[in-house]
T-cell receptor
Framework: KAGVTQTPRYLIKTRGQQVTLSCSPI?????VSWYQQTPGQGLQFLFE???????NKGNFPGRFSGRQFSNSRSEMNVSTLELGDSALYLC?????????????FGAGTRLSVL | KQEVTQIPAALSVPEGENLVLNCSFT??????LQWFRQDPGKGLTSLLL?????REQTSGRLNASLDKSSGRSTLYIAASQPGDSATYLC???????????FGEGTQLTVNP
């Protein structure tokens, strides 16, 4: 079974631009979550989508948005990029296991904002 | 607000040594705890998932324990190998969704 696929792997943008990242979950997984990883803040939760609906949201400005399609693929959009948005963006798909969910992560998209 | 702490931040050991990585969390009302491994510049690889009702999980040379009441988990690595060198992260799930709260990680170096 294929793992979580994130595209593109690397991205270079300039301040003020916008960017869209894509995530294809493991087949059969309906939940997709997004995380931002930076050296200073570590891994921080952005949002989670389940069956095309946002189920949870982290503490990020409205410039960060996402959506999920009927095939569970998800996209994340960042508008008006800032230098501080440079980070590794990780997507995870999950499936129910016991009382919670087990999560599987993609390889990430490394975004550099110049 | 849940806070997850991992100690030590970095660890360097000779090959063959057994070692323990520590993870603590402030709110014991968790659904599960998951340990991950991250190689430089890469994504996260799931190592072990411990349900809130479980005390430990084992996979090969790895053993993870969970003590919810004290807010602690440990990851035990037996007979460490240079290929085990990576950053190890623990994360707790608190809600019925999939939101994880991560620790800062322990950077492990196993020297040949």
């Amino acid at each position: 079974k294929a793992g979580v696929t994130q595209t593109p792997r690397y991205l270079i943008k300039t301040r003020g631009q916008q960017v869209t990242l894509s995530c294809s979950p493991i087949s059969g997984h309906r939940s997709v979550s997004w995380y931002q990883q930076t050296p200073g803040q570590g891994l921080q939760f952005l949002f989670e989508y389940f069956s095309e609906t946002q189920r949870n949201k982290g503490n990020f400005p409205g410039r960060f948005s996402g959506r999920q399609f009927s095939n569970s693929r998800s996209e994340m959009n960042v508008s008006t990029l800032e230098l501080g948005d440079s980070a590794l963006y990780l997507c995870a798909s999950s499936i129910r296991q016991g009382t919670g969910n087990i999560q599987y992560f993609g390889a990430g998209t490394r975004l550099s904002v110049l | 607000k849940q806070e997850v702490t991992q100690i030590p931040a970095a660890l360097s050991v000779p090959e063959g040594e057994n070692l323990v990585l520590n993870c603590s969390f402030t709110d014991s009302a968790i659904y599960n705890l998951q340990w991950f491994r991250q190689d430089p510049g890469k994504g996260l690889t799931s190592l072990l998932l411990i349900q809130s009702s479980q005390r430990e999980q084992t996979s090969g040379r790895l053993n993870a324990s969970l003590d919810k009441s004290s807010g602690r988990s440990t990851l035990y690595i037996a007979a460490s190998q240079p290929g085990d060198s990576a950053t190890y992260l623990c994360a707790v799930q608190e809600t019925s969704g999939s939101r994880l709260t991560f620790g800062e990680g322990t950077q492990l170096t196993v020297n040949p």
